[in-house]
Nanobody, 112 residues
Framework: QVQLVESGGGLVQPGGSLRLSCAAS????????TAWYRQAPGQQRELVAM?????KYADSVKGRFTISRDNAKNTVYLQMNNLKPEDTGVYYC????????WGTGTLVTVSS
């Protein structure tokens, strides 16, 4: 089982951008599905973006977020543009679907 470590979170003003990275300890090329989830304070974890053949985004992030991967670097990315306060939360990387590997999360705070 690969280990995943997210990075790139932090404090950003509304309208700003961040790129989250998810580095895997081993090859991710065999995994069809990669995804990012987030959990806002007091709320359940929700799917933000998924790539599994095609891509799927939460309605709230469509047109602003982009999921991508670099198999050569064993890394999954989430480019987040035009960030809003409601994007605040802990972001988790996943490869291999619900029974696959999960990272420990990186905190994104969008605030002025």
């Amino acid at each position: 089982q690969v280990q995943l470590v997210e990075s790139g979170g932090g404090l950003v003003q509304p309208g700003g951008s961040l790129r989250l990275s998810c580095a895997a300890s081993g090859s991710i090329s065999r995994f069809v599905t990669t995804a990012w989830y987030r959990q806002a304070p007091g709320q359940q974890r929700e799917l933000v973006a998924m790539s599994s053949g095609g891509t799927k985004y939460a309605d709230s992030v469509k047109g602003r977020f982009t999921i991508s991967r670099d198999n050569a670097k064993n890394t999954v990315y989430l480019q987040m543009n035009n960030l809003k306060p409601e994007d605040t939360g802990v972001y988790y990387c996943n490869v291999g679907g619900s029974r696959g590997a999960w990272g420990t999360g990186t905190l994104v705070t969008v605030s002025s």
